[in-house]
């Protein structure tokens, strides 16, 4: 059952237009009457995917994902129905009620809830100890002498992790449990007791997409050894690592804007950036680089820039990075910072026009292992580097930019390109197949499980458009109850057709159809948006239309019925009174297909033929001979 009521759901999609919302995910560009772009759900360099402001509705003709507003968001962000109706209707002011649920769906969701309202409670806590608390003195030193103010601290929400005894106090007067705690990731069930993740420690919330925290990172403020610069939340129910990027939410405008995404290594520089007004900049958490990166980032952009420290391990970031982003299709440039620079710290000293320029005069990620190479007289050297970077180029899916990229190497390093050429080709040909199952597999593994649509009768599928699409034609369909109950036993799909002229959504309102959609099981609905006539324009006269569908359904029917009793009469074991009633029953349907005002011209592979003769040739009607040679 639908767990907010269909009044409610027809209320929010009313109030989205789903051209706007998918405009704040996608570029994209008029074509005729619709929009265009990208599709974000399957690789293309051609866009397919169409959005229809009319009907309310988006449609890819690549990967044949289709909906409403809501199935956009469900699908894109990976949420739930509720969650995406819910996050809509936020956006358009509207309250959301639900009903009665399933009863471990509502446990798992009143869990989620209670985790998101923990969240919001622990960023308050440390964040209002950031700004007040005595015993963090040194968190807001070390705030200020890293520049950032007291502005920048409330707008990220940045705030300070106690010791143990003094976090300890505060959830008992909250009333907080371990059990909570650990599934928020705040601690850990230990033999000793609860293990806190955070413990003095600069703490920056961790947003999803769309602002809630769900998570938090844990910058050190004490240099010890023994533990990392940053610590995470764990995974937990709100919280997968591979997922999230820090500040995407803010940023995801300016990469649109940009059309390239900036990738810092750590928070601080993010947020040094976007408070200078570069406004596409992000981080990973932590330097590995997950293929879920590569794919979220693919969403917005096709350019991605690198700017990590120019240590050890930020250049071993920097070729995690390369391949994970250019084994998914997105260029790579990458940023050279001297020598013991981050963002924060040289816009600092030089300025934001500076770090600008130093944005612009990024290169490629071949241009950066050529500069740490150095010197490549010796042969050896200069043999692992080639072999090296060929199968650095051989990842690179775009077969423009990876010519271009090998004609620019080799110049580089004054090797013929052909050379250069052939030692990608067998970098190439030695990854494809554990490469190409790699890639396949994670493919396989981002996309959610689709049902199998309901078997659906090319007929009684373009009598469903017409019905969704024009209120004539739905009104001369609810008449024909008579013919449509005879066609259920022959021709898949009328189940369909006959539950949208029981719920009679109004073809005029785009929400009304939308919510009419969202409440069919899944095969039925993916059976609807699979039909090729639901994304074509209404005719000009529908109810002419179905008149005609219906009598070549009817047709079709009566013919499979007519095949089915040939094949039984044709039994031997048939008794005389039976065989009477299906000689009966032939007669009666050749007398209706006689009467039908038209003739299903079909392929199916059991229409029987037509019993009609085929007319005579001219020259043979009229005695002539053919006196054409062979």
Request: glycine share 6%; with cysteine; charged share 30%.
């Amino acid at each position: 059952m639908p767990q907010i009521p269909r009044e409610t759901v027809e209320q929010v999609l009313s109030a989205t237009d789903i051209v706007d919302l998918i405009g704040q995910y996608l570029p994209l560009k008029r074509a005729g009457t619709r929009f265009q772009a990208l599709c974000p759900f399957h690789n293309e360099k051609t866009p397919s995917f169409s959005i229809d402001p009319v009907r309310q509705f988006f449609h890819c003709f690549g990967c044949k994902k289709s909906g409403d507003a809501i199935t956009f968001v469900r699908e894109y962000e990976g949420l739930p129905f509720t969650d995406a109706v819910r996050k809509l209707g936020e956006r358009a002011g509207i309250t959301i009620e639900e009903r009665e649920l399933d009863p471990r769906e509502e446990a798992e969701r009143r869990r989620r809830g209670q985790l998101l309202d923990l969240h919001r409670k622990l960023t308050t806590y440390y964040h209002e100890l950031l700004l007040e608390a005595p015993e963090a003195a040194h968190a807001r030193a070390y705030l200020k002498d890293r520049g950032f103010t007291r502005e920048t601290a409330e707008k990220w929400r940045i705030g300070w992790a106690p010791t143990k005894p003094l976090f300890i106090q505060w959830a008992k007067q909250e009333g907080l449990r371990g059990r909570d705690l650990a599934d928020a990731g705040i601690v850990k069930k230990t033999e000793r007791g609860l293990y806190f993740y955070f413990r003095n420690r600069l703490m920056f919330p961790i947003a999803n997409d769309y602002g809630d925290v769900i998570g938090f990172s844990g910058r050190q403020l004490d240099d010890n050894p023994r533990e990392g610069k940053y610590v995470n939340t764990p995974e937990t129910q709100l919280f997968k690592k591979s997922n999230v990027l820090f500040g995407l939410d803010k940023a995801r405008k300016g990469i649109l804007d940009q059309k390239a995404v900036l990738i810092c290594e750590g928070q601080i520089d993010a947020i040094a950036c976007q408070e200078q007004g570069i406004a596409h900049a992000i981080a990973p958490l932590g330097t590995a680089f997950p293929d879920q990166h590569a794919r979220t980032l693919r969403r917005y952009t096709k350019t991605a820039i690198l700017c990590f420290d120019s240590d050890t391990a930020g250049n071993k970031a920097v070729e995690s990075a390369f391949l994970t982003l250019a084994g998914d299709g997105i260029a790579v440039k990458v940023v050279s910072m001297p020598e013991g620079e981050d963002p924060d710290s040289f816009i600092k000293a030089n300025g934001v026009d500076a770090f600008r320029t130093l944005l612009d005069r990024a290169g490629s990620f071949f241009d950066f292992r050529l500069r740490l190479a150095g010197d490549l007289s010796d042969p050896l050297q200069r043999s692992t580097f080639i072999e090296e970077s060929a199968a650095q180029l051989a990842v690179i899916r775009d077969d423009v930019s990876r010519e271009t990229l090998i004609q620019h190497l080799a110049t580089r390093l004054r090797i013929g390109a052909p050379d250069l050429q052939a030692a990608v080709g067998r970098a190439r040909q030695a990854a494809r197949n554990p490469r190409r199952r790699r890639f396949e597999d994670r493919e396989a593994k981002a996309a959610p499980a689709v049902a199998d649509p309901t078997p659906l009768d090319r007929r009684i599928g373009a009598l469903c458009s017409l019905a969704l699409h024009s209120a004539e034609a739905r009104d001369w369909l609810g008449e024909q109850f008579e013919t449509l109950h005879e066609l259920k036993d022959q021709l898949d799909g009328v189940g369909i057709l006959q539950a949208i002229l029981s719920s009679r959504p109004d073809p005029a309102s785009p929400a009304s159809v939308n919510t009419f959609l969202a409440e069919l099981p899944e095969p039925d609905r993916l059976a609807l948006l699979s039909e090729p006539s639901f994304n074509e324009p209404l005719a000009d006269d529908p109810v002419g239309g179905a008149t005609q569908t219906l009598a070549d359904a009817s047709a079709l029917a009566l013919e499979k019925e007519d095949a089915h009793i040939k094949a039984a009469l044709n039994d031997p074991t048939l008794g005389v009174e039976e065989a009477a009633k299906l000689f009966q029953r032939a007669k009666e349907i050749a007398e209706l297909l006689a009467g039908l005002p038209a003739r299903a011209l079909t392929n199916d592979r059991f229409t029987p033929r037509s019993r009609r003769r085929e007319a005579r040739k001219p020259w043979k009607k009229e005695g002539f001979r053919d006196e054409r040679k062979p």
